[in-house]
């Protein structure tokens, strides 16, 4: 199967395997919304702790399911950059987006940034970090 890039986490290298994105019109609720799903295998190299290899033996997943991301609605998303500072919207109170890696995670700190399309594929930086309580 062909690697969709890396996603680097706490110093480890994960090969994407399964990676999409889409905007949908009605998120079940009326409102228009983006999904986003990254999933990974295990690191290219095995962690030297025992307690990382088992939690990264899965991969790990980025996702987002409906949400209002703050995306324009645009044939094309080439340069397009944006940044979602909260794990939440404020209005709906929905989340952005989530990690998985053992156990769901809202992130915060989101910035994405559509640098390359190739038909209907795009290349995305994303770069985010935990949400901290």
């Not at 990676?19 to 983006?34: E, K, L, S, V």
């Not at 899965?58 to 944006?82: H, Q, S």
């Amino acid at each position: 199967m062909e690697e969709l890039g890396e996603l680097t986490l706490a110093g480890h290298r994960f090969p994407i395997h399964h990676a999409t994105f889409r905007r949908i019109t009605d998120d079940g609720q009326g409102r228009p919304g983006w999904e986003f799903d990254v999933c990974t295998r295990p690191p290219v190299r095995e962690p030297a702790e025992v307690s990382e290899r088992f939690l990264f033996a899965d991969g790990v997943r980025f996702y987002a399911e409906g949400d209002p991301i703050p995306l324009p609605d645009a044939d094309d998303l080439t340069g397009t950059e944006v940044f979602v500072e909260e794990p939440f919207d404020p209005e709906s109170g929905e989340v952005y987006f989530t990690l998985y890696v053992g156990e769901h995670q809202d992130v915060s700190h989101v910035r994405l940034r559509f640098l390359e399309r190739r038909g209907s594929d795009y290349r995305i930086r994303v770069g985010a970090g935990p949400q901290r309580v």
